[in-house]
């Protein structure tokens, strides 16, 4: 592994790669397979990571927003892009960069029509939005029939795909929730495509949904924390390989005194002689105020060395003392053996949270074997 010499986040294509093949192979050969490259590829690199898998051969990207996508194209992504949460504002742009919007309400229905119309545009490719439980966007199943007439006068559209989320898909104890989901869904889409008249495409599934619901994949799978190495439960994560490793390295170490404290608000007092690494990594970094006073750790050398005291903005400070390491020595947070997940969960959050949460001021380094 390549020597750090500053806060640096690995984005390591090959385990983008070899978790690319994992989800892969549990669909269908013909089921089209979308990755989710939203929030800067899940904290990575999006230009790179959307390059790399546009090579391996995804069919799809989604992002969240139409800046992301106009980043992508700038970036040199030629596949489809969905964008999944358009706001009105930015319709005309995601036209001028090829961006397909997904479409939610009636509003933005008939604000896109307007816009497409005015840009002399004929059957520009949308996807249509049910929400079926999760409650955060979508038509709702009452309207399916509006959708389609509003639909019948806008020629300036085409429907490409119908969709919707699965609110629960990697909770087992919510299975009862996520079938109805998929049911309600099954039939929303057989009602809206005979009243379309054309085939489009259908999907439903996240990563916890392509690994847990096989039934439900539809036409086409969204798979983000899938790629980038976290399953979402032990057993899944263990087939894959998390793509982002968190290095930094020691800037300074302190011999604290018994009866001294350490950082801010003097939150760590010491009881006993100690020693100190200072790490230039702070909650301005992405290490929230919530991994410290002993809740996160870094890896020293393979030793674990606790957070002491409060996080500050662009440091924190971990205990050293049964440590043999000095000034300049590499540090990880996370990576392949330590994961992000885990270190989330300790902290009371999700992999998601962590990694989308690494701030763009940590270096992004590429790695290629
Ligand atoms: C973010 C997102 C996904 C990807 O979910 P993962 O759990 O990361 O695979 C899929 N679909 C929609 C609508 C999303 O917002």
């Known amino acids: 592994m390549p020597k750090v010499f ?7 294509l090959p385990a983008l790669k070899h978790n690319f093949e994992v989800l892969k192979a549990k669909l269908n050969t013909d089921t089209l397979f979308l990755a989710v490259v939203k929030a800067f590829a899940y904290g990575s690199d999006a230009d790179v990571v959307s390059n790399y898998l546009q090579q391996l051969g995804v069919d799809y990207f989604a992002v969240a927003y139409v800046a992301e996508g106009v980043a992508l194209r700038k970036a040199g ?11 009105v504002k930015n319709l005309g742009l995601a036209i001028e960069h090829c961006l397909e919007p997904s479409i939610y309400s009636l509003k933005l229905l008939q604000e ?28 709702e199943p009452e309207e399916l029939d509006l959708v ?9 559209l085409k429907v490409k795909s119908v969709f919707s989320h699965l609110a629960a898909s990697e909770d087992f104890e919510e299975q009862e929730f996520t079938f109805a989901q998929i049911n309600l869904y099954k039939s929303l889409t057989e ?47 263990k087939n894959l390989i998390p793509v ?44 929230g105020r919530h991994f410290g006073n002993g809740v996160g750790f870094v890896m020293i050398h393979g030793k674990k060395a606790p957070i002491v005291g409060n996080v500050c903005m662009d440091m924190i400070m971990v205990d050293v003392t049964n440590i043999d390491c000095k000034e300049g020595d590499e540090v990880v947070f996370f990576d392949a053996s330590h994961s992000a997940e885990k270190a989330a969960t300790n902290a009371s959050t999700i992999s998601y949270e962590l990694i989308t949460g690494i701030s763009q001021r940590v270096k992004r380094k590429i790695v290629t074997t």
Do not use: W
């Open 77 to 87: 992504v030629t596949k489809p892009i969905l964008v999944l949460h358009p706001l």
């Open 148 to 156: 389609l007439e509003s639909l019948k006068e806008a020629s300036s």
């Open 6 to 12: 500053e806060t640096t986040l690995e984005i390591n």
């Open 112 to 139: 896109f029509e307007g816009i497409a119309k005015n840009l002399n545009q004929n059957n520009y490719p949308i996807h249509i939005k049910f929400n079926t439980g999760l409650n955060r966007l979508g038509f």
């Open 191 to 237: 009602t809206f495509i005979n009243g379309l008249g054309y085939p489009i495409i259908k999907h439903l599934c996240n990563t916890s949904g392509v690994l847990n619901y096989p039934e439900a994949h539809f036409d086409m799978v969204r798979c983000g924390i899938g790629l980038y190495g976290f399953g979402n439960s032990e057993k899944e994560t």
């Open 244 to 287: 982002a490793c968190l290095k930094s390295i020691i800037s300074q170490i302190h011999q604290i005194k018994k009866g001294a404290s350490v950082g801010y608000n003097r939150a760590f007092k010491s009881i006993s002689d100690i020693e100190t690494a200072t790490l230039p990594i702070g909650h301005a970094d992405g290490i």
